[in-house]
């Protein structure tokens, strides 16, 4: 494997302190809440993967190669999607767009005969996955104007319909004023999480 | 349609803006020495950001003090030749000649004039682009092709149609190495759809007043080239949404070079010029990127 110091981007000489904030840092940038629906998450998965083990080695031989995991509570582990098992065609359709089969998911949804509300949420979804957030955000509005009380369709279409900068994690930060809601950003996250199996 | 992609300068340490000049200069500089003064005449700032994410692990590839002008100018500090400059160039060409051509087959009349002299123009400098890089132009004329359909057929889908943009934009991370090409994809997609979406919005006039098709246009079926603020906020939704997926993935690319550029440009630049099309601004604040003076209180625009 490579340098652990090389992978969390400090040097070996670096205390105990800044090991640990950027090692805190880097995994708030690769947390699988960041890359929820995001075709790339396995690739966030991997990059955890390494700065944890980077982690690992950094604080295991700093102690002198004894005691376990160090990471402790406060670690960050991997995620797992909840899978839907159901045997409907619905559930097969989830289980298409979970697994990144999005034009299987597609021509599922075309074959449908009903265009219930989930029907459009989950074409939101294969929208979303594609990156098409205007269609995407159409399908969600739609979803919920048929069914205002359903909690899911309701977090898909408030987490499309965030407009925050993309937060930036390195350099001076933005500047304070305007556009730039922490809270809106952990809400959107929280609700994008929720959308990708949280509920069911 | 290009320049949308730059970077908010207030925000850039002093020698990163140097370095970005340099860039720039370096790529007009490889376009005038590979393509001549046509190629040199496409320069602009979005190839400058696809140079740099094709960066790789090399670090600069030397700077020298060059003329843009022989017997003319002042000397500036210019980054040398090199494979990412090389490959930005080429592809810059390519993409400029098929949307001079398309948009000289689209027009009527006489509106075809100055896509049909430009892509005459171009022509030479075409040839020898699209020898060197035939995967990039294939898939451009392919890609370019699809989009002058839909548009023909006045889709009304702006995710359809920015799509085919998009992955014209996202073929070019072919050019990269293995490890970031799939990260790199992403990036370069959602940058094509900020943007093609981005330059609707921007020519909503114009295409109005020359009667072509406008996808923003098109998708709100608008009757008058201003936007509802409503239309606004969902456009605002959408782009920035595309700016947070193309962070996402700009993330796990590894650190080069240019990162603390590139960085910028995807965390500040984009979002700053965003809220600058959809707010009218954006010719009176972004224009004349090197010598302006710098923008009054930088950073976001007031939401």
């Known amino acids: 494997m490579s340098d652990p110091y090389k992978v969390l981007g400090v040097s070996p000489n670096a205390s105990d302190e800044e090991v640990k904030k950027a ?21 966030a998965q991997e990059k955890m993967k390494e700065i944890n083990e980077a982690y690992d080695i950094i604080t295991k031989s700093r102690r002198g190669g004894s005691g376990s995991s160090s990471r402790g509570s406060g670690g960050y582990s991997g995620y797992s999607g909840g899978g839907y098992q159901d045997g409907s065609s619905y559930g097969q359709i989830r289980q298409a767009i979970q697994s990144g089969n999005l034009q299987y998911a597609e021509r599922l949804l075309e074959e449908c005969p009903n265009r219930d509300a989930e029907w459009y949420f989950l074409n939101g979804m294969v929208s979303y996955q594609k990156g098409w957030l205007d269609d995407a955000r159409s399908f969600f509005q739609r979803a919920v104007s048929m069914d205002p009380y359903n909690g899911e369709y309701r977090q898909a279409l408030s987490a499309v319909s965030s407009t925050s900068s993309p937060y930036r994690q390195t350099g001076y ?6 556009g730039f809601d922490m809270c809106d950003m952990c809400t959107a996250m929280m609700c994008a999480n929720m959308m990708c199996g949280g509920c069911r | ?21 340099a860039a720039y200069c370096g790529l007009c500089h490889e376009l005038g020495r590979e393509y001549g ?15 740099m994410l094709l960066w790789g692990e090399r670090e600069d590839c030397g700077y020298e003090m060059r003329r843009c002008v022989p017997g003319f100018c002042r000397k500036r500090c210019v980054c040398r030749s090199c494979a990412p400059l090389t490959t930005a160039a080429g592809y810059s060409v390519i ?16 509106g075809k004039l100055p896509g049909k002299a430009l892509a005459a123009l171009m022509r030479r400098a075409y ?26 057929e006045n889709s009304q889908s702006l995710d359809k149609t920015a799509d085919r943009f998009a992955s014209l934009l996202a073929s070019a991370s072919g050019a990269a190495e293995e490890s970031s090409r799939r990260a790199l994809e992403q990036v370069l997609y959602h940058v094509g759809r900020i943007i093609y979406i981005a330059d609707a919005v921007y020519d909503l006039g114009d295409d109005r007043k020359s009667g072509s098709y406008n996808p ?3 998708r709100y079926s608008l009757d008058s080239d201003r936007l509802s603020d409503e239309q606004k906020e969902e456009l605002l939704e959408t782009l920035m949404g595309s700016a947070r997926l193309a962070a996402a993935a700009f993330d796990l690319m590894p650190r080069s070079y240019w990162t603390p550029v590139t ?9 700053d010029m965003i809220r600058a099309v959809l707010d009218g601004t954006y010719k009176t604040v972004m224009r004349g990127l090197p010598k302006s003076p710098v923008r009054p209180g930088g950073g976001e625009s007031e939401a």
């Open chain 2, 95 to 110: 993409l400029a000649y098929w949307k001079a051509r398309d948009s000289a087959t689209d027009a009527r009349g006489l």
């Open chain 1, 173 to 178: 930060g933005p500047p304070a004023a305007g």
């Open chain 2, 1 to 21: 349609m290009f320049g949308f992609v730059r970077p908010l300068v207030p925000e850039l340490k002093v020698r990163e803006l140097e370095r970005f000049r």
């Open chain 2, 127 to 152: 040839k020898r682009a699209g020898e060197r890089h035939p995967g990039f132009d294939a898939s451009v004329r392919e890609r370019l092709g699809e989009l002058s359909k839909l548009e023909a």
């Open chain 2, 37 to 51: 003064l046509a190629g040199q005449a496409i320069l602009n700032y979005d190839f400058v950001f696809l140079a």
């Open chain 2, 216 to 218: 923003v246009a098109s």
């Open chain 1, 23 to 43: 090692y805190r840092d880097l995994a708030k940038k690769y947390h699988p809440d960041n890359y929820v629906d995001n075709p790339l998450a396995d690739l």
């Open chain 2, 263 to 271: 960085e910028n440009i995807l965390y500040l630049g984009i979002p």
